[in-house]
């Protein structure tokens, strides 16, 4: 949702955006600030998940409002509905389903206001198996990688991707001890805050298609390149969601592809309001952002070992921009540091120890020097070695 809506801001403002001498706040009216948009798509073979926003003003600096308390379902042919709860806020999920792909779907929408919102009937199409994902070292030793997919001919040709990139990583300093706050005192620490996992989501709109080739499959297809960063330092992982889409989807996630990414030459297409196949049912002429498809999904993962990126590594997590900032550990005595550690404003890394081998001070640093779980999560992915 939070891609889509960007997607259409920036097709609402591609123009607006300033040129290298002035800057330019269009005068939009204030309509065009709250139409509805809808993300998701139904799914005929497990659970339909539909988020619902509103656009929202240029100017605010406030993420878009969610369209809350709405009635969602999904309705085929014969008149039978399956209804969507919402949780959280905005987001409306089904039970798990299974459609007769002899039947068509569309979506249908009832507003907290009670306005009636639905999308064309469509037919069911079943999405298959990704084959392969393989990957290649690049000139600069970043990675390149490719999918490959097959079909029978008369399943449908147009495929769009989406994809999770999960890596591991570390803070910039290892914390062996921590604050104890009923002893008022530091021990050994528990659970580790050095090695963490962080995943995130694709932001490009990426789609291929088969339809003027002889047979219905693409052969390493070029997905995604990695360039050399931390990412491909202790161990990465891709996770594909491969959804085949009707021409008529494929050729909406097109035309916002080409209005959102190919923005800032006089030679580039003119941004524009894009427009679904989700209509408000009282006014024809009201805006309704979103394409709601009748199709399955099928995911494949990739995982790549650390050690099979080119050698050396950085010897140190300092290479990585997000603790450049990072300076060596602070130290003072225990008496000093331990209202600062119960106060939350730095983190014990290592004791201080004196002939005897008692802790008498700790060196620390901020938070986000210390923490791994700033940006990630300390657990380790069940998918990962």
């Known amino acids: 949702m939070r891609r889509l809506l960007l997607c259409y801001w920036l097709v609402g403002v591609g123009l607006a955006l300033g040129s290298c001498v002035d800057r330019y ?5 204030a309509a065009a600030q709250s139409n509805l948009v809808v993300d998701g ?17 240029v100017s605010t600096a406030q993420a878009g409002p969610t369209e809350a308390r ?14 969507l709860a919402e949780n ?41 198996p990704v084959d392969t ?6 000139p600069v ?17 147009y495929y769009r991707w989406e994809y999770e990139e999960t890596y591991q990583f570390t803070s910039a300093f290892e914390s062996t001890i921590e604050y104890d706050a009923r002893r008022n005192f530091v021990r050994p620490r528990r659970a580790s805050i050095f090695r963490c996992w962080r995943t995130e989501p694709s ?30 330092r202790l161990g990465y992982s891709l996770l594909v969601r491969q959804y085949a ?76 921009p997000a603790y450049a900032t990072c300076l060596s550990p602070d130290q003072l005595r225990l008496a000093l540091a331990l209202p600062q550690f119960k106060q939350g404003l730095v983190v014990p890394i290592k004791p201080g120890l004196n002939a005897d081998g008692d802790t008498v001070g700790a060196t620390f640093s901020s938070p986000d020097c210390v923490d791994c779980r700033l940006r990630g999560t300390n657990i380790k992915p069940s998918y990962w070695p």
Request: charged share 15%.
């Open 141 to 157: 030793e970043g990675i390149q990688l490719f999918l490959s997919t097959h079909a029978p001919a008369t399943a449908a040709r």
């Open 70 to 83: 709405a009635r969602v379902a999904i309705r085929d042919d014969a008149g039978q509905r399956y209804t």
């Open 245 to 320: 889409q009707t021409q008529a989807e494929y050729a909406y996630w097109e035309r916002l592809r080409k209005s959102t990414e190919n923005l800032g030459t006089v030679n580039d297409p003119l941004p524009g309001r894009i427009t679904g196949n989700v209509h408000a049912l009282a006014d024809a002429t009201e805006p309704v952002l979103g394409y709601v498809g009748v199709h399955s999904v099928v995911e494949k993962r990739l995982f790549i070992d650390g050690a099979k990126f080119p050698t050396p590594r950085p010897g140190s997590v300092l290479f990585d």
């Open 203 to 232: 932001t490009a709109i990426i789609q291929g298609n088969s339809a003027q080739l002889s047979q219905n499959a693409l052969v390493d297809f070029p997905l995604l390149t990695v360039l050399p960063s931390m990412k491909l």
């Open 41 to 57: 798509y139904i799914n005929p073979l497990g659970r339909t998940v539909i988020k619902l926003a509103r656009t929202f003003s």
């Open 25 to 29: 706040t269009p005068d939009v009216p």
């Open 88 to 128: 959280p806020a905005g987001t409306y999920t089904s039970a798990a389903l299974t459609l007769d792909p002899n039947q068509q779907y569309q979506l249908l929408i009832t507003t907290a206001q009670g306005r009636e919102y639905a999308s064309d009937k469509l037919p069911v199409v079943l999405t298959s």
């Open 133 to 138: 994902i393989t990957w290649q070292l690049t």
